[in-house]
Each structure stands twice: as C-alpha cells, then as structure tokens.
C-alpha cells in the first residue's frame, strides 16, 4: 500500500518505530524487550497475526502520519490534528448496554440508562469487531492507565482501526512510562473498536446498526456501528463507576477537581453550561481534572490522562487555557477548518455543535501532575443554572439536602438551545450523569454523604442562572459574582456568614458575601430581586412541582429525611 513502511525493515531497535518480518508488530515497546511477549493474547482474541500489521503503543508522530494519509486528516495551523468521525458526532445512549451476567447482574441498575444484553449476543458481537480488524491493514493497539492512583488504577488496552482512535486515547488515558510498559502484563480491560463496521440489526436485541457494549465477566468493552471517539471515554468512565465502588469501596464522581495552594481539594458538579469547566479553572489553583474522579481513602484523583473540551465559540480571550493547549498531539473532532491557512473555525456548527478537543492534561499549565491529592475533599460544590430565576446563587446544604440535590442533579435548558423549547426546560440527570452510572444513584448518594460527614466536608449549591426573573426577564448571574462566591467558599470565609431560609425549597442563603460588599443582599435573596412577587411565588412553586415529580422515582431509595429535604409546597 502506497505509504506504508516497509514490512522487513531491520535495524536497531528504537523508540521511533521497530517492526521485525514475520512479527507484525511496530512501536516503541520493541525497545523493551516485549516483542513478541504479548503475541500470545492476540491470538488467543482471535487476531490473525500473520495477515494484520500490528501497531502498538506507536509515537504521536506516526498515528498522525497515518491518520494523514489514510483517513483525510489534515494538521492545524497551531499544530493539531484535524479528523472527522463520520455519521455519528455524539454518544448513542440509546445502543449502550451491560451485559446480563453472573458476576454482575446483582450490582447493575438495569432499565432504560443500562440495557441488558445476553452474554451470546455479546459473543457474536465481539467476533464480528474482531473478523473486521482482521481486515484491516494497520491495527492500532494503545496500552494506558484509568486511574492515577497506582493502588486503585486499571490497566486498559485498546485495539482499534483508526489512528484517531488510537491517539485519542493516547490523549485520554493515563499513558505509562517505559517501565510501566515494560511490566504492563494482561490489561485489566480491553476495548474492541470496530466502530467502522455496523452492527448486524437482524441480531436478537440489537435495535439499530450501532451497538456499545461491556461485559464485566469477559472484561472487554466492544464497539460496532459508530466512529465517535468519546464512546470509548464514557465506556472506560462507566466501567469504573462500576468497579470503584464494587471491587474498591471508592466513590466515583462525575466532576471536576481542584487543589488549593494549601492543599485543601474542592470538587465541582454540573451538567452542562453550569460552568463546571470555567469554576474549577482557577488560576489560583491547580487544577486536578475537568471531568472524571474518585474520592478514595488516599484521597482523590482523577480517572484520566487528558481532557475533551466542547470547541464551539472556543476563543483565546474566553478560555486561554483550553485554546493554548491546541498544538502538536491534541485532536481537534468534526472541527471545520480553513483550506488555506488551516485555520479551526470554532463558530462553525455545520458538522456538529458537539465539537471537541481532546489534549494530555499536562498541556494545562496549573494542571497538578500527578492528577491527585492526598487530601480529602473539603468542598463539595453542586452547579445548577436556574433558568426559572428562583434559586439562590449560592446556598450551604445539609447532609440530607445534599443527598436529595445529588440525585436530582438539576438544571435547565433554555429557549434557543434545541428546536421546540420555547420555555425554561428543567433537566434533572442523576448524580450530574445518569447516562454513565451503572448502579443504583441511591448507592452513590449514600456513599457521598458517608464520606462528606466523615471528613466534615461542606456543601455548597451555586446558581450560575437567571436572576431577578426568570429567562428572558431577568438577567444570568454575572460571571464575576460567582467567581467571588466560590472565592469566598475557598478562603472559608463563606461558612462564617450570616444565612436566611428561602421559602419554598428551604435553602440556607447567606445574607452577604464577605469581603464583597458589591454584592448585594437584593441579589442574593431571589425573592428581592423580583419587582413582582406574586409571579416569584408562582414560578417558585412550579420548579418546586417539577422537583417532587422528578424524585419521586428514587423516593423509596432513600430515608424519609432525604424525602423531606425537597421544596415545600
């Protein structure tokens, strides 16, 4: 094939690329002395080794080459590199499913979030991946860590057909030193990225040609019918908020994380446009990770290797940190670009409003390497943008409030954002990220307050919304005041202020932020900010409706003082 190294180089063998004919296997691990050591387990996974070119662990530089001149990938101005996932742009929740399996099956919250499959349709699944990366002429293999803590890590292999793929999780896993490679061993997870070729619809229980799935008995994690890469971070993600919890005692968090400079450790979550991201970005702070995390007893640390941030609007003055870390190694997903300067247009949602970049963490510069913290967490902070206007911007919770606003997971969508919507829409997702949980909420909750209580960590519900009316009467929270509330959390002076209950939801708001006396009381307290009471009190009843709706499937989960911890009609 026009392109392709030649299959009987010989020579030294070196951290640029080794491949010994007969062998087929390339990549730096030669130089270590496994080649041929891991044959064993491709095989015995059904590869045949004498038809594929196997590339292992290959050096940044050459995934890029071959995603160059096999896929249509082109490099960036600043030095990413640029490709496309195909027809799928966005995670298939909806073909997502656990197989139902012994080991497992008494742990896994079944229903519409993990669907079940039955262990022979998995089988047919995996050898259909497996038939078709045996067609292929380049398969990409990637060994890399979940987890930065060595006592709780997993070892995870990924074999796949696209170079994209293969540094994408590159970029998202933990990636080991030489010596870790060298000792690497059998992984403790291997994921099949066939993604490239569909699922058979006519396979009893497939409903569409796409199909995610994961098998905890076999450890293996398939993929059929979809390119997008974050499938293979969300399904690592769930994967450990399985085995965190079930073989670890830890608490898996869907959050973001951050370290003071006295070593206290905040965590961060919300859904999305909470300013999640934007929060735990702080300059005067290190910052441990955007998205996946376990609170342990060593302390916390993060899941990954790198981060994948949303591009669309991404601009230098907004986000320096994200757009600086768009260089050589970074991979920019569906982003359009201009043909003759190579230019990414971030404005451009032509492909998706889902664009992404995926970096290493180290391309941060506050980034704390290792991504950990032998602190315990001191601040728990819940994100939520009120578009109904009625919430605090900032409230201190109780253990039990803190467990119910866990599992409600609130916030809203607002008119504009998708077709239809032509009012608030409120959002409640489970933990702040139902799609990834595999068992119970109720499981995760308890754990949390366990350890909140423990530890003595405080609570914190911050409104990023609408105040003073709702959306398209009031105004957002500006940026500026928030950023002074969580200031205020951090430097602890927040938990010595004066506070007052809120009608209807019973939420303990301070009535000044200290040292920030351009915070007024009038902004703080909803119910001032409001010129027309009487429609506050309506729209704080009709949020409060929809939060007792939207609980009432975990009610009998919980204990009646977690009930009780909901708005008060």
Request: net charge negative; proline share 6%.
């Amino acid at each position: 094939m026009p392109g392709r190294q030649s299959p009987h180089r010989t020579g030294t063998p070196g951290r640029n690329g080794f491949e010994e004919q007969g062998s087929h296997l390339d990549g730096p691990e030669a130089s270590y002395g496994l080649l041929g050591k891991d044959l064993g387990f491709f095989s015995s996974a059904g590869f045949d080794m004498d038809k594929i070119h196997l590339k292992r662990n290959a050096p940044v530089a050459q995934l890029y080459e071959d995603a160059v001149k096999f896929e249509g990938a082109v490099i960036s101005a600043s030095g990413a590199l640029i490709n496309f996932s195909g027809k799928k742009t966005g995670r298939s929740p909806k073909d997502k499913r656990i197989v139902q399996e012994e080991t497992s099956k008494d742990d896994i919250w079944w229903g519409p979030v993990n669907l079940a499959m039955d262990e022979h349709t998995f089988e047919i699944n995996r050898e259909r991946a497996i038939d078709f990366l045996n067609t292929r002429e380049n398969v990409y293999v990637f060994d890399g860590f979940a987890g930065w803590d060595p006592k709780y890590r997993i070892k995870v292999r990924v074999i796949c057909a696209r170079a994209y793929h293969a540094l994408f999780m590159h970029n998202m896993l933990i990636r080991p030193t030489a010596k870790e490679l060298e000792e690497f061993g059998e992984p403790d997870f291997t994921i099949y990225n066939a993604g490239q070729f569909p699922a058979n619809r006519f396979t009893a229980g497939m409903t569409s040609s796409t199909s995610v799935e994961v098998n905890f008995k076999r450890k293996e994690m398939v993929i059929l019918g979809t390119e997008y890469a974050g499938e293979m971070k969300k399904g690592i993600f769930s994967v450990m908020h399985y085995l965190q919890p079930v073989k670890f005692g830890n608490l898996s968090l869907h959050s973001s994380a951050n370290e003071g400079p006295n070593g206290d450790v905040s965590l961060f979550f919300g859904l999305s446009g909470t300013g999640k991201t934007t929060l735990s970005a702080d300059p005067a702070r290190s910052l441990i990770g955007d998205d996946e995390h376990v609170w342990a007893d060593t302390g916390v640390f993060n899941i990954e290797g790198g981060c994948y941030a949303k591009c669309v609007g991404l601009n230098a003055e907004k986000e320096p940190d994200i757009y600086n870390a768009i260089r050589f190694g970074s991979i920019l997903e569906n982003v359009t670009y201009d043909y003759a300067t190579r230019e990414p247009n971030y404005e451009d949602t032509g492909i998706t409003e889902n664009t992404r970049c995926a970096y290493p963490i180290e391309y941060i510069n506050n980034a704390k390497i290792p991504c950990m913290s032998s602190a315990q967490p001191t601040n728990v902070i819940y994100l939520t943008c009120d578009a109904f206007g009625v919430l605090p911007p900032v409230s201190l919770l109780t253990s039990e409030q803190a467990q119910y606003w866990f599992l409600s997971g609130y916030t809203s969508k607002t008119p504009g954002t998708e077709d239809g919507i032509t009012e608030p829409s409120p959002t409640f997702s489970t933990c702040f990220g139902a799609p990834f949980l595999t068992l119970h909420p109720s499981r995760y909750a308890t754990m949390l307050a366990k350890r909140m209580a423990e530890q003595g960590s405080k609570c914190w519900l911050v409104n990023t919304g609408w105040t003073g009316g709702a959306f398209g009467v009031g105004k957002r929270c500006p940026l500026k005041v928030t950023r002074s509330i969580i200031d205020a959390i951090h430097d602890g002076s927040l938990a010595k202020a004066e506070y007052v209950t809120s009608p209807v939801f019973n939420l303990a708001t301070p009535t000044s932020i200290p040292g920030n006396p351009e915070v007024s009381s009038t902004l703080l307290d909803p119910s001032k900010a409001w010129a027309d009471r009487a429609a506050f009190d309506a729209q704080n009843e009709k949020l409060a409706k929809m939060f007792d709706t939207a609980f009432a499937r975990y009610a009998a989960d919980c204990s009646p003082e977690v009930v009780a911890a909901g708005p008060k009609l």
